[in-house]
């Protein structure tokens, strides 16, 4: 009986296919959590909104990005005081009209969590399985 291995090199190409599955994933997942997040995200001006996108997918990670205020919006806020730089004015429109101060308080704001469960839901709309059956079988 012969001590070599049968079907070596297509195992091998099977075995890289496997290790390169996560990319391919990983992009499907980033998009589907990123339309998912754009449905659930709490709506005001719609800047928040438009801004969350696949930033990224590697062998190793999937990034999803958004505009720097998603944090807050998800975490929420606690009440904190805005003041003005230095020799400056704040100026906003409040509910009577322009407003002109040095210093305003913020009362906060209530987390409204969507990130999270935007990425299990789809985490949940990409099912792994199947493409890595998928590549398996190119492989051969």
Same mark, same amino acid.
């Given at each position: 009986?012969?001590?070599?291995?049968?079907?070596?090199?297509?195992?091998?190409?099977?075995?890289?296919?496997?290790? @390169?599955?996560?990319?391919?994933?990983?992009?499907?997942?980033?998009?589907?959590?990123?339309?998912?997040?754009?449905?659930?995200?709490?709506? #005001?001006? $719609?800047?928040?909104?438009?801004?969350?996108?696949?930033?990224?997918?590697?062998?190793?990670?999937?990034?999803?990005?958004?505009?720097?205020?998603?944090?807050?919006?998800?975490?929420?806020? #606690?009440?904190?005081?805005?003041?003005?730089?230095? $020799?400056?004015?704040?100026? %906003?429109?409040?509910?009577? $009209?322009?407003?002109?101060?040095?210093?305003?308080?913020?009362?906060?704001?209530?987390?409204?969590? %969507?990130?999270?469960?935007?990425?299990?839901?789809?985490?949940?709309?990409?099912?792994?399985?199947?493409? @890595?059956?998928?590549?398996?079988?190119?492989?051969?």
């Amino acid at each position: 009986m012969s001590g070599k291995l049968k079907g070596g090199p297509e195992l091998r190409r099977r075995l890289k296919a496997i290790q @390169l599955t996560f990319k391919p994933v990983g992009r499907k997942w980033a998009d589907a959590t990123a339309d998912v997040a754009r449905s659930r995200v709490p709506v #005001k001006t $719609g800047r928040l909104r438009q801004s969350i996108r696949r930033k990224n997918a590697t062998q190793k990670r999937a990034t999803v990005s958004a505009h720097y205020t998603a944090t807050f919006v998800d975490g929420g806020t #606690k009440a904190h005081d805005i003041v003005a730089k230095t $020799g400056g004015t704040l100026a %906003f429109t409040g509910s009577r $009209g322009p407003v002109f101060a040095k210093k305003v308080h913020h009362r906060g704001s209530r987390a409204q969590p %969507f990130k999270e469960r935007a990425a299990r839901e789809g985490l949940r709309k990409t099912p792994m399985a199947q493409e @890595l059956i998928s590549l398996w079988n190119k492989a051969a």
